[in-house]
């Protein structure tokens, strides 16, 4: 019976005295202890020995008033159980019934007079008392067994529950598992300065995060903190602090709920790691069970060290500003890692989780100074610090202004990060780099970024009469494929012009900007920069009976023209002639090993080559980015390096090779083209904006419906393409080739470049010079004018073509045909048929000119005059003729230069004698 003795003697409760009479002890588990088997033998005992002046009653009321207590019951039956000799016995409980006693009084014997029984009047009422407080003792009895039962019920219990719980708490793979799987990916420039850090942007409470190890912190970080939220954390081996959940359940009695936290550290830990966010924001004596259950048996586990749970939370609570752990708290506010931190810059930091909104140091700075004076002090009491490094701590913080750069946008360059943020999700997955957090490293230069948007905003608003709102530019290293600058638009915030939809990554169409591409199919098939394309009206009929005839920009013919020219010049009907010869399946093939791809349709025709079809800037910049070097492929990137938290490269660009995608040799022929400023002069003049003070390529490009206007050029060590328009696809008013995106270009060029030296264009091995006619395009014969021959470049493989006299006469009248009419003997031109006035090479202003010459071969039966645009005329217009008189040093015709715009010009007599053509030319200049 040792349970009832648990249950009295407990602290607080006064103890049962021993019988002083016998030693005999109601109380189980005493000296003396008799048992129930005995007690009523006791009980009369106690009766027997009671006083006969205490009544009943009086014994009845001191009962009940001590019926309180279990100590006071004891202590008021052995304070009456004392003895008492004129009380009779009364009959045990246990023993048999005497009817005897009540039968017949005494009888006499014969030794003397009968003695009567004495009988107090008291007895009956005595003996009712003793029956009653027998009663009461065997009740209390009784209750005590229930209750100690139903207490150790109750452990029982709660054994078996805390075990139930404590068999869910994990191990530590788990625990680690379940705490916050997002940390930021920061983001920097080419220079390695954060531009930016990036989280899930779904997820409003995500924000900056770096999980740091312990050992990585400053120790002034876990004393402030340990100091400020559970200065007990290292003193108890609990995960609770047992004063404070004496508190809890106090207010859980007076209040009727959990409004006192009274959480520890470990507490905290498994609050927002272990339990479910429904539970975790309950107030619940349940989810309060649950916490002390998992804090109390992480805190014994020899698994979760203190300084493992330490790390955990530090790296897990929430600083204000989307800062979540030390360390993004330490970067955030003090650009500078947690190991760094001083104890004023720790306290300051530590104070902050407890409200992060209230004690925002952004918003209420003052308030936080308030609150870091608070942890100091705790810090004293602690013992981490004394009383003098207070203020000079409060004095170091105060006065610094706080402004965090915003989570997810960037200061500068937003369709860059965006492009960025996009490529990183594809690459790596969105989990990849928002869950674990990545260390980006951006090819990215914000003075080229700056030099870009300035060159865009500056010439898009000189062309708002010309209707042209939007400007996009693409600005890459080609030998790495480094994107150095991307400008989506005009201004990302203009809702007017849709400016954050990304031009540079829109797919929009070329014009003659893919041209280049044409052409290089067509070195790889054995063509020359002195390849001859006629230039005259011509109709293509495509496999499904459709006819097409293209036309020049600038609405005329020009003849037999060299591909030199023809690309220099952007004519359209030798690209177009150029490939019909290849075929569409050899350019698609090479514009793809560019990274130029278009989207599959199988109505393409031959107008691709015009820009038909489309694609992206960023991707046509790449395609020119291969061409200047040397043939070699980088894809574009605009990451130079990516890290995980733990400093585990995933990617560097220096660890990518080049892929050769063109010979060198055919690159730099197309270079060549490009660059050369006197082929393109034709066209664009000798001045125009696409003439650099460095080794340029260039090549412009505009649709026939005005819709998008580009130019894209590169020296050896820069890439620039731009583009000009409008988003919403509407056409621009008279905006030429050079109007539009080649003012942006230029000025990207010149101040990107700006001080550093020129670069020439490197000649690789395996090409050759050679002189050909520049009438045909093979080496000249006898018949080729000194003033039509010229220096070419070849591939050592695919040098220039035989001399053709015939060819070249064809070439000089502007004829197809001559290519196989055999000339006469005599049809060479001879001093027979000239002209001397204009003078060839001369300067003419605008009036009646009189044309003067020669015109008197032998057998001479008529003449014509002709004049065209250019050097080498693809259409001759008449002036005069057929004249049936020879001329001998007089007036040959008359002709009237007025209203002819600026430019060079060619006058050409055409004589016929004996069945043979022989011509006389002029070239001059008209100002």
């Known amino acids: ?95 048999p019934f005497d009817r005897t006693v009540l039968a017949a009084p005494p009888t006499t014997t014969n030794q003397g007079a009968p003695k009567p029984v004495a009988r107090s009047s008291n007895t009956s009422a005595k003996r009712a008392a003793s029956r009653k407080r027998n009663r009461l003792a065997t009740g209390f009895l009784v209750f005590a067994i229930i209750a100690t039962a139903a207490f150790f019920s109750m452990v029982a219990a709660g054994a078996i529950v805390y075990a139930r719980i ?36 779904t997820d409003m409470t995500a924000g900056r995060r770096v999980y740091v190890p312990f050992e990585q912190m400053s120790e002034w970080v876990w004393k402030a903190t340990t100091a400020t939220e559970d200065p007990n954390f290292f003193r108890y081996s609990v995960g609770f602090d047992p004063r404070a959940i004496l508190r809890v359940f106090y207010y859980l009695l007076t209040e009727r709920e959990f409004v006192s936290g009274g959480s520890t550290i470990t507490q905290q830990v498994v609050r927002n790691l272990l339990l479910s966010p429904d539970e975790r924001n309950s107030r619940t004596a349940s989810r309060k069970i649950r916490e002390l259950v998992f804090a109390n048996e992480l805190a014994r586990r020899a698994d979760y060290p203190r300084e493992k749970i330490l790390e955990i939370y530090l790296n897990e609570i929430n600083y204000g500003n989307l800062a979540y752990g030390i360390e993004a708290a330490a970067q955030t506010y003090f650009n500078k890692h947690a190991k760094d931190l001083t104890v004023a810059e720790a306290a300051f930091l530590a104070g902050i989780p407890q409200s992060p909104v209230y004690w925002d140091p952004v918003a209420h700075e003052d308030r936080t100074l308030l609150r870091m004076t608070d942890v100091l002090r705790l810090m004293v009491q602690a013992g981490y610090i004394n009383e003098s490094q207070v203020a000079p701590a409060v004095l170091q913080m105060g006065g610094i202004h706080y402004k965090p750069s915003p989570v997810n946008v960037a200061p500068i360059a937003p369709h860059f990060m965006n492009y960025l943020r996009a490529q990183l999700d594809i690459t790596y997955g969105r989990r990849q780099f928002e869950e674990p957090g990545l260390r980006v490293f951006t090819s990215l230069s914000p003075t080229v970024q700056a030099i870009a948007e300035q060159a865009i905003t500056e010439n898009i608003t000189k062309l708002a009469l010309k209707h042209v709102t939007n400007g996009a530019a693409v600005v890459m290293n080609p030998r790495t494929g480094e994107v150095l600058a991307m400008v989506g638009s005009v201004d990302f915030y203009s809702e007017t012009i849709k400016g954050q939809v990304d031009v540079a990554i829109a797919s929009r169409q070329p014009g003659s900007s893919i041209k280049p591409f044409t052409y290089l199919a067509m070195l790889e098939k054995g063509a020359s920069p002195a390849t001859l394309f006629w230039d005259v009206r011509t109709t293509f009929t495509d496999k499904y009976g ?80 291969a061409l200047a070097n040397g043939g070699n492929f980088m894809t574009p990137t ?52 696409l003439n650099t003070t460095r080794p340029t390529a260039v090549k412009t490009g505009t649709t026939n419906d005005t819709r998008d206007n580009l130019t894209i050029g590169y020296t050896p060590d820069l890439v620039v393409g731009v583009w000009a328009g409008n988003t919403d696809n509407t056409a621009m008013k008279n905006v030429t080739g050079v109007e539009g995106a080649a003012p942006i270009w230029r000025q990207i060029i010149d101040n990107t470049l700006k001080g550093k030296p020129a670069q020439p264009f490197l000649r690789p091995p395996g090409l050759i010079e050679a002189e050909i006619c520049l009438d045909g395009g093979h080496i000249p014969s006898d018949a080729c004018p000194t003033d039509r021959r010229a220096k070419e470049i070849f591939k050592q493989d695919q040098g220039p073509l035989a001399s053709d006299e015939n060819l070249e006469r ?49 057998g001479f039966e008529r003449y014509q005059v002709e004049w065209g645009v250019g050097d080498s005329p693809a259409e001759w217009k008449w002036i005069s003729g057929p004249h049936l008189s020879p001329v001998t040093g007089d007036q040959i015709t008359q002709w009237s230069t007025e209203g002819l715009p600026n430019g060079h010009y060619t006058i050409r007599v055409t004589a016929t004698a004996g069945g043979v053509q022989l011509f006389g030319y002029s070239r001059f200049e008209v100002k």
């Open 1 to 95: 019976m040792v349970i009832l003795d648990s249950v009295i003697d407990i602290p607080g409760t006064e103890q049962a005295p021993k019988n002083p009479a016998g030693g005999v002890s109601p109380v189980p588990g005493r000296k003396g202890y008799i048992g129930p088997s005995a007690q009523g033998a006791a009980q009369a005992d106690a009766a027997r020995s009671a006083p006969s002046s205490e009544s009943t009653n009086d014994l009845r009321s001191k009962s009940s008033s001590v019926a309180a207590r279990p100590g006071a019951i004891m202590k008021s039956m052995n304070e009456q159980r004392k003895p008492a000799e004129d009380i009779p016995p009364v009959a045990s409980a246990q023993a």
């Open 810 to 858: 064809g070439v000089r009248a502007g004829d197809p045909n001559y290519a196989s009419v055999q000339p006469a003997p005599d049809a060479t031109p001879s001093s027979e048929v000239k002209i001397s006035n204009p003078p060839n090479g001369g300067t003419l202003g605008r009036a009646l000119l009189s044309i003067r010459g020669v015109v008197n071969p032998p």
């Open 546 to 625: 459709q006819q097409y005839t293209p036309t020049n920009y600038d609405n005329t013919f020009h003849g037999g023209v060299l591909m030199r020219e023809s690309l220099a010049r952007s004519l359209n009907v030798p690209a177009v002639l150029a490939l019909d010869n290849i075929g569409l399946p050899a350019f698609f093939d090479i514009t793809h090993r560019a990274g130029i791809n278009f989207p599959p349709n199988p109505q393409y025709g031959l107008a691709v080559t015009l820009g038909g079809a489309e694609t992206r800037l960023l991707d046509l910049t790449g395609g020119y980015a």
């Open 638 to 689: 605009l990451i130079t390096r990516i890290e995980t938290n733990d400093g585990k490269v995933l990617f560097d660009i220096h660890n990518e090779k080049p892929i050769p995608v063109f010979t060198p040799q055919h690159a730099y022929l197309i270079t060549s083209i490009l660059s050369d400023n006197s082929a393109r002069s034709k066209s664009f003049g000798p001045n125009s904006v």
């Open 166 to 201: 404590a068999s869910e708490v994990p191990d530590p793979s788990q625990l680690l598992a379940s705490r916050s799987r997002f940390a930021s990916t920061k983001v920097y420039d080419g220079s390695g300065s954060l531009l930016v850090e990036l989280t899930d942007a």
